[in-house]
């Protein structure tokens, strides 16, 4: 075809000027949504990349979490100098605070991931320098009451310096201002620029205090690096509890210190143990990322591989499983073996001195009443020793006698009263909830909704962590393993049933009594290779839920969690796709975005 000279004219041109932009395409701001848009010699200078595009035209500037305060992202971007960012002010970057240091050092990693390798910057941007004023500069634990917001200003100094200023009552509000500075500065394709918004105010503040995942790593091993990207991705979605399942009955992999056979015995390898200083490396790399790890012993129930050598558990690998527990293998600790409390106390000592938790979690799910039941040993000492019958109550008598002790040598380990958390159980039934108090025990809720167990709890004034498995246990949905068919919990949860598992729909005007809530991730059919697409991006939606707590639909958050997957990816973090790329470039165009259902 022969082309009129003018329109071969406008090509030469167009060819001519994108081989200075990098690419055809531009992105302009159209109803809330950044439109795909082919270049024109008269767009070229205005042309916005598809990142820069978002930050005016998405809301709130595409950040994740939305923050919960005022957002003014003003109007115009600066190009920054990446080899010109400075922590300047207060407690940053001093070798007396390497919670900060680690989070600085974790910041300019984050820049440079935002490029590709192939980037050359072209010269010249302005010197981005972070000042953080803290109040409480010396508080390194962060506990449930902790404050966690922050302030964060960006402008501009007279000598055309980008001051990016933080105020916060601590180095974890600090952090958290950093990671929201952090999703700000984009890298733009089109001009191989790294540019971020010139005159910014946002103040932001978590709506919980309990924003978690729990990881099993007894069920399979995770290794500690894949530890470490799950911190990486809690950080960014300002996640801050990992609750660590470290044991179960299948493997023994914590290597403690006081009782190192049991890792010896029960470990599924000499390799996949996690070493005093594996410990160490991950409740440091927590910390930098403002994530503090609280360790689980689960007890009675859920133990088996490591004790081998003791006479402390019955029931081990006993068969049918159906009949002593409810996963094989089974296995449960003996509570009548005086000698299992010294065991349990030396553990726990190891835990408090490694760890050095803010709360313990003492597991305390799925006890089975016929285990101890069909131990002749244990049903003759509850008749002869205590008078008691064989009845539900007699072997909640038992399990209360084994949680009193373990609880109190826990306490003289911790020196104090630590906080507890429990799983939901028989013993958190209305009839026996007493044997638990609510001044000593979290309660951790994994059934649904619709137990009567939840407002039983907040009515007696229990504060509790929600669990509930039909929103948050991120490992149903696969082929079954111990059933044909699916796995127990199927199907699968999207992340817009996790974005609309809210709070206040379980607690109503209890909500106070809510401390957060923990997305569970049970390894019985994930492991190292596939931990991260399983989590992410559906514990970013988690993280929205408990720091912002939207009102609104999925559908309002979607464009922004399309977004908060592409930061996931950049991170390291091997965060599953939810929508074709091309969503993703044509905001207003597929079938779940808001507008299309407006
Ligand atoms: C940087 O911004 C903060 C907060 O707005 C302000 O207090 C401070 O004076 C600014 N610093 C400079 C050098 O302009
Ligand atoms: C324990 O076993 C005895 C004897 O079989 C039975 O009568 C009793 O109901 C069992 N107790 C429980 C709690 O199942
Ligand atoms: C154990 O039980 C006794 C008797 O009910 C009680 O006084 C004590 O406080 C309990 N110990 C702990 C650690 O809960």
Redesign the pocket.
Known sequence: MKLPLATYILFVVLVENISALNGVWRWECSNNYCQKTAITPETEDTALSLPACRIFCSDVGALWPKPTGNVYLGSTLAKVNINSIDAMGLNFEKASHPIMTGAMKRFKQQINAKMPQRAKLADGGKTLEITCILANPDITKLTLETAEGYALTISETSDGRLNATIVADNIFGGRHGLETLNQLVIYDDLRDEVLMPNDVSITDEPAFAYRGISLDTARNYINVDTIKRTLDGMASSKLNSLHWHITDSHSFPYVSKSLPELSMYGAYSTKKIYTAEDVAEIVAYGLERGVRIIPEFDAPAHVGEGWQNTDFVVCFNAKPWQNYCVEPPCGQFDPTKDKLYDAIEALYGDMLEQFDPVIFHMGGDEVHFGCWNSTDSIVEWMETEKGWGRSEQDFVKLWDLF???S??RL?KKADKQIPVIMWTSTLTQKEYLELL?KD?YIIQIWTTGSDPQISNLLNNGYKVILSNYDALYFDCGFAGWVTDGNNWCSPYIGWQKVYENRPAKFAGDKKAQVLGAEAALWTEQVDSASVDTRLWPRASALGEVLWTEPTGSWRDAEQRFLVQRERLIELGVNSDALEPEWCWQYEENCPTSGKFNQ
Do not use: A, D, M
């Open positions: 949680q009193n002790e609880l109190t306490y108090p000593k």
